[in-house]
C-alpha cells in the first residue's frame, strides 16, 4: 500500500464559537471570538466573518483588548504565546512567548504593561492546579519577545475565566474557587478569603460559578450553582463583609456581567433568558426569553449599547439594549453526538445533521456557514436540565432532494417509546421543506436504519425503516387515498420481516431494483416491485454491521462488513461471494458519483482510511492514521467544481470530498496539494481594505471598484483629463463637511459648486507644463486654517484608495505624488476667497 | 429570539363518514312526519301537476294527501280487498288502481266512485299505470299476463302473456306511447311494444323483480329484485350495465331524484340508499325503524315519503333555505363590513412611509398559560366542560404537553373533590379510547400515585374510582378477546399461504443459517 504525501488531513471549519467570551470592539463594528486555532473577526451588522486571526498553533483561550490601544487585541492560547493583533487589518504585531499553556488572561487598565494569566502549577504540569500569574510584557520592537518575567499573584485559581475578575480600577482581583472567595488587593499584597457552606439548608449547592466585578463601585457578584446571584460588598475588612442574594435562575448561573456604567447586570443560564437587574434596585428585572439555547458567556460592548450572548449550541447572539436580536452568528452546531448520519442535502449540497435539540442543521461545507436550521420537532423547547427531551435520530434524504424523511424520540425511564416518523415535502416556492406527514409510532421499537429509493415504477420514491421490533416497513405516497382538501400522504405500503431476526442496515441499488436489507448475520435482497424475498447472502460469524451497494459499474456488488472483522463482497448476478478481506471496518460508505468506496477501519486506536473499487483487488488510496479514535460518521460531498487530478492516488478526490467526524468531534476532510495552493491562492485575492463585510455584493463591487482604480491608474499616466474628478468630488466633500452654519448663502457657492464639477482644460495643460516645477509651497502657507483641518482628512482619502491595492503597489509614483500635491493646491482656493470675502 | 411555539394538537383521522356535498343536501331534512295508516304501504305516487298531492295505497284504501298535509285531502275505500298501485295520470285529473279481486278501477281524483271497472283479469293485480297518450292503461297481474284497456270504452286492447309468473312492477314510457317495461318474479324484464303485440327485449335480472324504473332519458332502465340493483343499457338492446349490491334484503322500491343525478333504492333491510348515477357509489344512507315497501320523492326532492311494512308512512320536508340559514347565522356574528375594511382600502400615497404592524401572535388560553408555566391552570383550561366534551384531543394534547415539560404531577395535584371528579369523568370517557390511551394512561397512574392517601374521604371519587376500574377491566378482556381472534386468523393465513422457496446461494447454503422463507405479511395500511 502506497502512502500519497500529497494528500493531507485538514481541519475544516466547524469549531467552536462559544468557548471562551468573544469580545466587542470600542467602535461596536466589530465582535472577535476565539474559534479553534484562529481568532475570528465578524461584523457585528452583518453578521459576516471579515478575517481570521491565524497564528496560534494551539487552542486559543481568550481575546482581550489592549487597554493602552484600543485598536490592538491579545489573544492567548494554550500553544504557550500571547499575540498581539490588530484586527482592522488582520495584521499579527507582536509574539509573546510564555512558555506554558495558558487557559485565560485578563488585563487591566491600571496595569500598564502587564497582563495576568492562568497557567498550570508549574510544579506539576499534569495536575489539575492553576495559578494566576503577572507578566511583564517587555517593551520591544522584535515580532517576537520572550516574556519570562513571571511573578505569581494567586495559587490555586480556577482555569474558568469567568470564576475571575477585575475590580474597580484594577485595584484588586477577584477569584472564585468552588466554595470559596477570594479578593487580592494589589496595594496591599494582602488577599482575603470569604468562604461558603457546601450546602445551605434547603439543599442548594452554594458553588461559585461565576464572577464579575462592579466598575465604579465595590461589589462583586458572584453566580452560583443553585442559581442565585450573591452580591458582596464591604469585603475590604475580613470580617464586616455583607452580601445579598438575588434568586430568579432556577440552575446555574453560567455568566454575569455588568454594564459598562454599572447600571445594569446582566445574567443568564440554561434557561436560555437573558436578565437584566438594575443595579440597587434589585427587584426591578427585564427578561429577554427564548435566546435558543442556554447562555455561557455574556458581554457587553464598551458603550453599553450591544449585548452579545454566547450559547451552547455555538451561536452568538448580539442584541441591542436588551430588546431586540439584532443578529445571529452561528457555528456548526455540535452536541454530544451526532444521532443521525452525515448526508449531503442534494439540492444545496449542505451538510445535514442534528444540531439543536430538535432541529436539523444544514451547514455549507464550502462556505463554513451555518445555512438554517430546520425545526423538525416543532415543540416549544423548555429549558431544564434533567428533562427528556424529543431528539431528532435519523434523517434520510431521497436521490431527487425532493424529500425528507426524520424521526424523532423520546425515552422516558418509565414510559412508552415516543417515535415520530415526518415526511418533509421541498417546496420551490420557500425553498425550504415543510410537512407532509407525520406518523405517529411508525414502529413499536427503536428505528434502526432508514432509506429512501426509487419504487418500481421508477416515478415515486418509496421509503424504508427497519426497527428493532423485527420489522421493516416500506413507504409510499398515496396518491390514491387523498381526499380533495389534502394533498397527497405517505403511508404504510409492505410490512417485511425475516425469521424474527431484527434487521439492522438496510440499502437500495443505485438504480432502485434491489433492497438489501441486513438481518444480524444474514442479508436478504428484495425487490422492492413486487416485495419479494430474492435471495439471502451471509458470512459468519458476525453480525452485519454496514451495508452498501456498488455505485455506477459496480452496481452488481454489494459490499458488506460483518461484526467478525470482515469485509465482504459479494456478486449480485452469481450470488456468490466475490472477495473478502478481514478488517475491522467502522464505517463503509460510498462515493455516489463514482466507484470508489470509503472504508475507515479501526487499529490499534488508530483509524486508517482505505479508499478501493469494489472489481480492483488493490486499494485506489490508503491513509494510516489518519486519527485517533473510531470514526463512526463520514459523508462524501460532492464538489462544485470538478478537480483534474490525473495521479492516481489523488483521482478519488475529484468528483466529491471525503469529510469525517473524529472521535472528539472535529470535523475534518481530505484535500489535496492542487487545492490547497488554490485556497492560498484566492484567499489572497480576497485581503479586505475596509470594515465592509465580505458578502457576495460585496465581493461584486469591491471588484469593480479595483477595477476601475486600476483603470484610472492607466489613464492618468496617459491623460490629465481624469484628474479632473477627484478635485470636484473634494470640493463637494469640503461643501457639505463645512459646518451650515458657517458658509455662505447658497448662490454664491452655487457657482463655484457648478464649476468645480467642470473639468478645466487649463488645468492639465498647466500640469503638463509645468511637469517638473516643484509645487508652489508658498501658495501652500498662505491657505488659511481650514486647510489644516482638510490635509488631516486628505491623507487618510489617499490612504484608503491605496489600500485596495493593498500591498501589492508601491509607494506612490512620482506623478501621483504631482498630481496630489495640485489637488490640494486647487481645491482649497475658492475657500480662501471666501473667507476673505465673508471677513 | 425565537416566538413561543404553541402546543401542537394532534390531529386525528376523522371517524365515521366524510362529509361530502351529498351529506349535507340529504342531511338537510327536517325530522319525520309519521302517520298512521292500515295496513303495509305498497305504494306511493306523486301527482306530476302542483300542489303535488301524493297516493298512498295501503290495506283497502287509497289516501290523497296534501304536500304540507298530516290528514289525507280525499280517500278512496271502494275496494273489496287490498288495493295496489295507485298511479296518477300525466294530468293529475285521474287514478288508476290494482286490487286483490282482479278488478282494475280508474278514479277522477275530485270524485268518490270509480269512473270505470277494468275486468278481465284473473287473479290479482299488482301493477297499473297509464299510457303516455292517457286514453289507455297498462295493467299487469298474478295471472302472468299484462293487459292494455282503452279507458273510453273500458275495453280490453291486448293481452300479453309471456311472463312465467306473478307480474309485480311495471312502468310506461312518458316519451313513446307504445312502450312499457314490466318486471316479473320469473326474473325477468320485458320491454313491450304495443304496435308489434309482443316483447322487444327480454333482460335477465336472476332473481324476482320488484321495482323497475326508467331513466327520464328512457336510455337506461333500472330493476330492482332480491339484493340486486341492476341498470341495464336499452339502446344496447338490453345489455347489463351496472349489478349493485349494497342492500342486505331484498330491494324492494327504486326512484330518482329530481335531477336525474341521484338513483335512490329502499328495500326490507330498513335502508335507504342513495347511488351517484355517473359511478354507481353509494353517495348517502337513511335509516328506517322498519322494512321499506314504497318510496317516493316528491317533484324537486321536496320531501321524502316512505311506507313501511309496520304501515307507518314517514314524511321529510326538505328545510327551507331561510331556516338553515337561520342556524349558521346564529353560529357566528360576523363584525360588520365598515368595520371590517376599515382602512384596508386606503391607498398609501407617494411619500407615505409604511410602518409595518408586527403580525401579532394569537395563543390560545392554555398556551397562554403554558408559556408562563402556569400548568395547573392550563390543565384547568383544558379540562374546561365545552373543550373536554366537544375537543378531548386539546385535553390530551396539553396532558401530552405537560408530560413532556416534566410537570404533569405537578399540574394533577393539588385538586380539589370537584377538580379531581372532572379529571376522573374525562378519564372514564377517554381512557379506552386508543387514540389516547398512551398519555391517559400515564395520566391516570400519576393521578392514583397522588391521591393515594385521599381515597376514601369523598364518595363522589370513590364511585369514580370504581368505574375506573370496571373500565379498565373490561378493557383488559376485550383486548385479549381481540388477540385471540387474531391468533386464529394468524393460522388461517399461514395454513392457507403457499411455502415459497428461495434461492440461495451456495455460500450461505452451506451454513444452513437462510432456509429461506418469506415470512411477510401481506401489505398493511395504516393510517398516518
Same mark, same amino acid.
Given at each position: ?26 467602535? *461596536? ?5 476565539? *474559534? ?43 500553544? !504557550? ?22 487557559? *485565560? ?7 500598564? !504593561? ?55 480600577? !484594577? ?55 443553585? !442559581? ?72 457587553? *460592548? ?53 444540531? &439543536? ?266 491513509? &494510516? ?48 496539494? =492542487? ?38 491608474? =492607466? ?14 468630488? =473634494? ?109 | ?528
Amino acid at each position: 500500500m502506497v502512502e500519497h504525501s500529497d494528500i493531507r488531513v485538514v481541519h475544516r471549519g466547524g469549531s467552536k464559537l462559544n468557548f471562551r467570551e468573544p469580545l466587542i470592539t470600542s467602535d *461596536s463594528r466589530f465582535l472577535l471570538c476565539a *474559534s479553534g486555532q484562529c481568532v475570528k473577526v465578524f461584523s457585528t451588522s452583518t453578521e459576516e466573518c471579515i478575517h481570521d486571526l491565524r497564528g496560534h498553533t494551539d487552542l486559543v483561550t481568550g481575546v482581550l483588548p489592549k487597554p493602552s490601544n484600543h485598536l490592538q487585541v491579545y489573544s492567548c492560547s494554550a500553544d !504557550g504565546t500571547v499575540r498581539l493583533w490588530d484586527y482592522t487589518d488582520g495584521i499579527l504585531i507582536k509574539t509573546y512567548v510564555i512558555g506554558y499553556p495558558i487557559y *485565560s488572561m485578563y488585563v487591566s487598565a491600571n496595569h500598564e !504593561g502587564v497582563i495576568f494569566i492562568v497557567t498550570p502549577m508549574q510544579s506539576d504540569k499534569r495536575s489539575e492546579l492553576f495559578q494566576l500569574v503577572a507578566v511583564d510584557l517587555p517593551q520591544s520592537a522584535d515580532q517576537l519577545v520572550e516574556a519570562r518575567e513571571l511573578s505569581a499573584v494567586l495559587s490555586d485559581v480556577s482555569s474558568n475565566p469567568a470564576a475571575s475578575a477585575f475590580g474597580r480600577g !484594577g485595584e484588586y482581583i477577584v477569584s472564585a474557587k468552588p466554595l470559596q472567595l477570594e479578593v487580592y488587593f494589589f496595594k496591599k499584597h494582602k488577599s482575603y478569603r470569604f468562604p461558603l457552606k457546601a450546602d445551605n439548608k434547603k439543599g442548594g449547592k452554594n458553588t461559585f460559578t461565576c464572577v464579575a466585578c462592579h466598575p465604579k463601585d465595590d461589589c462583586v457578584a458572584t453566580g452560583h450553582e443553585d !442559581g442565585k446571584i450573591r452580591l458582596w460588598r464591604n469585603f475590604n475588612h475580613k470580617k464586616e463583609y455583607t452580601y445579598s442574594t438575588l434568586h430568579w435562575h432556577h440552575n446555574a448561573v453560567s455568566s454575569l456581567c455588568f454594564t459598562p456604567e454599572g447600571t445594569n447586570l446582566l445574567s443568564g443560564g440554561v434557561e436560555s433568558v437573558l436578565v437584566q437587574w438594575r443595579y440597587k434596585q434589585e427587584s426591578q428585572r427585564d427578561f429577554l426569553p427564548r435566546l435558543g439555547a442556554a447562555i455561557t458567556h455574556i458581554t457587553v *460592548s464598551p458603550d453599553g449599547a450591544l449585548f452579545c450572548t454566547s450559547h451552547s449550541d455555538n451561536k452568538i447572539t448580539i442584541i441591542q439594549s436588551c430588546v431586540k436580536v439584532s443578529a445571529v452568528i452561528q457555528g456548526l452546531v455540535k452536541g454530544e453526538s451526532v444521532r443521525t448520519d452525515f448526508m449531503v442535502d442534494p439540492r444545496s449540497k449542505a451538510m445535514v445533521l442534528n444540531g &439543536k435539540p430538535g432541529h436539523l442543521q444544514f451547514y455549507s461545507l464550502q462556505r463554513d456557514k451555518l445555512l438554517y436550521n430546520l425545526d423538525i420537532v416543532q415543540q416549544e423547547y423548555i429549558h431544564e436540565l434533567g428533562l427528556q427531551q424529543f431528539e431528532v435520530v435519523k434523517a434520510a434524504f431521497s436521490a431527487s432532494g425532493n424529500w425528507l424523511a426524520t424521526v424523532e424520540e423520546r425515552k422516558q425511564k418509565d414510559a412508552e417509546l415516543e417515535l415520530h416518523l415526518k415526511l418533509w415535502a421541498f417546496e420551490q416556492q420557500t425553498q425550504s421543506f415543510v410537512l407532509n406527514t407525520t406518523i405517529s409510532a411508525p414502529h413499536e421499537s427503536w428505528i434502526t436504519a432508514l432509506c429512501f429509493g426509487l419504487a418500481a415504477d421508477s416515478q415515486t420514491t418509496v421509503l424504508v425503516s427497519t426497527s428493532k421490533d423485527g420489522h421493516f416497513k416500506a413507504w409510499q405516497l398515496d396518491a390514491r387515498a387523498h381526499t380533495d382538501d389534502e394533498g397527497p400522504a405517505w403511508s404504510c405500503d409492505f410490512v417485511g420481516a425475516y425469521h424474527g431476526l431484527v434487521p439492522e442496515r438496510c440499502c437500495f441499488s443505485a438504480d432502485g431494483s434491489l433492497l438489501a436489507i441486513s438481518f444480524q448475520e444474514v442479508v436478504t435482497v428484495w425487490t422492492p416491485a413486487s416485495w419479494e424475498l430474492l435471495t439471502t447472502l451471509s458470512q459468519p460469524p458476525g453480525a452485519i454491521r454496514d451495508l452498501c451497494f456498488g455505485q455506477l459499474s459496480c452496481s452488481k456488488y454489494l459490499l458488506g462488513t460483518t461484526a467478525g472483522n470482515l469485509l465482504c463482497c459479494w456478486n449480485l448476478l452469481t450470488c456468490s461471494l466475490e472477495w473478502s478481506t478481514s478488517m475491522d471496518v467502522s464505517l463503509l460508505l460510498a462515493d455516489p458519483l463514482s466507484e470508489n468506496m470509503a472504508a475507515f477501519c479501526c487499529q490499534a486506536g488508530c483509524t486508517d482510511l482505505f479508499v478501493f473499487k469494489p472489481s480492483e483487488p488493490r486499494p485506489a488510496f490508503s491513509h &494510516k492514521a489518519v486519527c485517533s479514535g473510531r470514526v463512526t460518521r463520514a459523508v462524501f460531498a460532492p464538489r462544485e467544481k470538478m478537480l483534474e487530478s490525473c495521479e492516481e492516488g489523488c483521482q478519488w478526490l475529484n468528483h466529491s470530498q471525503l469529510y469525517f467526524l473524529t472521535q472528539y468531534m472535529d470535523l475534518m476532510t481530505f484535500s489535496t496539494k =492542487a487545492e490547497e495552493d488554490r485556497l492560498m491562492a484566492s484567499s489572497k485575492q480576497l485581503v479586505i481594505d475596509d470594515s465592509v463585510a465580505m458578502t457576495p455584493f460585496y465581493l461584486l463591487l469591491g471588484k469593480h471598484r479595483q477595477q476601475q482604480q486600476e483603470n484610472e491608474d =492607466a489613464l492618468s499616466s496617459l491623460s490629465a483629463e481624469r484628474t479632473a474628478l477627484p478635485k470636484g468630488s =473634494a470640493a463637494i466633500r469640503e461643501l457639505l463637511q463645512t459646518p451650515a452654519h458657517v458658509l455662505p448663502s447658497t448662490s454664491l457657492l452655487c457657482s463655484m459648486f457648478v464649476q468645480s464639477l467642470l473639468i478645466s482644460v487649463t488645468d492639465s495643460r498647466e500640469e503638463k507644463e509645468h511637469a517638473e516645477n516643484e509645487p508652489e509651497s508658498e501658495k501652500e502657507e498662505e491657505d488659511s486654517e481650514e486647510e489644516m483641518e482638510s490635509s488631516t482628512l486628505r491623507p487618510k482619502q489617499a490612504s484608503a484608495g491605496c489600500q485596495a491595492t493593498a500591498c501589492a503597489a508601491p509607494p506612490l509614483t512620482k506623478a501621483q505624488v504631482r498630481e496630489l500635491r495640485r489637488v490640494k493646491k486647487l481645491d482649497h482656493s475658492w475657500i480662501a476667497g471666501l473667507l476673505d470675502s465673508g471677513v | 429570539m425565537a416566538s413561543f411555539k404553541p402546543t401542537k394538537i394532534q390531529v386525528y383521522p376523522k371517524l365515521g363518514e366524510k362529509v361530502t356535498q351529498d351529506t349535507l343536501y340529504w342531511k338537510n331534512y327536517k325530522a319525520p312526519v309519521q302517520i298512521k295508516e292500515f295496513g303495509a304501504i305498497t305504494n306511493i305516487d306523486f301527482s306530476p301537476v302542483a300542489p303535488h298531492n301524493y297516493s298512498v295505497t295501503a290495506f283497502t284504501r287509497i289516501h290523497i294527501y296534501g304536500p304540507f298535509s298530516q290528514e289525507p285531502v280525499k280517500t278512496f275505500t271502494r275496494f273489496k280487498d287490498s288495493a295496489y298501485c295507485g298511479r296518477f295520470r300525466s294530468d293529475g285529473q285521474l287514478l288508476v288502481a290494482g286490487c286483490e279481486d282482479s278488478v282494475v278501477r280508474l278514479f277522477d281524483v275530485s270524485g268518490k266512485v270509480a269512473l270505470r271497472l277494468f275486468k278481465g283479469h284473473t287473479k290479482a293485480v299488482h301493477v297499473t299505470d297509464f299510457i303516455s297518450d292517457r286514453y289507455q292503461v297498462l295493467t299487469g297481474s298474478d295471472d302472468y299476463t299484462c293487459r292494455l284497456w282503452d279507458i273510453p270504452n273500458a275495453t280490453e286492447l291486448t293481452t300479453y302473456q309471456e311472463h312465467t309468473d306473478y307480474i309485480r312492477c311495471g312502468v310506461t314510457s312518458k316519451l313513446n306511447s307504445d312502450l312499457f317495461v314490466t318486471g316479473s318474479y320469473d326474473h325477468t324484464v320485458k320491454l313491450f311494444d304495443a304496435r308489434v303485440d309482443k316483447s322487444v327485449i327480454t333482460m335477465d335480472h336472476g332473481h324476482p323483480v320488484e321495482s323497475v324504473l326508467l331513466y327520464p332519458s328512457e336510455g337506461l332502465l333500472v330493476s330492482a329484485g332480491g339484493r340486486y340493483v341492476k341498470v341495464w343499457d336499452l339502446l344496447k338492446g338490453g345489455q347489463a350495465l351496472v349489478s349493485l349490491k349494497n342492500h342486505h334484503k331484498t330491494v324492494t322500491c327504486l326512484c330518482l331524484s329530481s335531477n336525474g343525478q341521484r338513483l335512490l333504492s329502499a328495500s326490507l333491510d330498513r335502508h335507504v340508499k342513495v347511488y351517484n348515477t355517473t359511478n354507481y357509489k353509494v353517495v348517502h344512507n337513511f335509516d328506517y325503524p322498519a322494512s321499506i315497501l314504497s318510496l317516493a320523492l316528491a317533484p324537486d326532492d321536496e320531501s321524502i315519503v316512505v311506507g313501511m311494512t309496520n304501515s307507518i308512512l314517514s314524511i321529510k320536508h326538505r328545510k327551507s333555505s331561510e331556516e338553515s340559514k337561520e342556524i349558521s347565522s346564529k353560529q357566528r356574528r360576523r363584525p360588520s363590513y365598515r368595520v371590517f375594511v376599515k382602512g384596508k382600502n386606503y391607498m398609501p400615497k407617494q411619500d407615505d412611509y409604511l410602518v409595518s404592524k408586527p403580525v401579532k401572535q394569537h395563543l390560545t388560553k392554555y398556551d397562554k398559560q403554558l408559556k408562563k408555566f402556569n400548568v395547573s391552570k392550563a390543565l384547568d383550561t383544558a379540562l374546561e366542560t365545552w373543550t373536554r366534551m366537544r375537543k378531548p384531543e386539546i385535553t390530551v394534547a396539553v396532558m401530552k404537553e405537560l408530560e413532556r415539560r416534566g410537570t404533569l404531577k405537578n399540574a394533577l395535584a393539588g385538586r380539589d373533590e370537584q377538580g379531581l371528579s372532572h379529571l376522573l369523568n374525562f378519564l372514564i370517557g377517554n381512557l379506552a379510547d386508543p387514540r389516547f390511551a398512551p398519555v391517559l394512561v400515564t395520566a391516570t397512574e400519576a393521578i392514583l400515585d397522588i391521591y393515594q392517601s385521599v381515597i376514601g374521604q369523598s364518595a363522589v371519587v370513590d364511585r369514580q374510582l370504581l368505574r375506573l376500574q370496571e373500565l379498565l377491566e373490561k378493557e383488559a378482556d376485550y383486548q385479549q378477546d381481540l388477540l385471540e381472534v387474531l391468533g386464529m386468523l394468524d393460522t388461517i393465513f399461514a395454513s392457507s399461504l403457499p411455502r415459497k422457496e428461495v434461492p440461495c446461494s451456495g455460500v450461505s447454503r452451506s451454513n444452513g443459517l437462510a432456509q429461506g422463507e418469506a415470512s411477510a405479511s401481506g401489505p398493511q395500511l395504516q393510517a398516518t
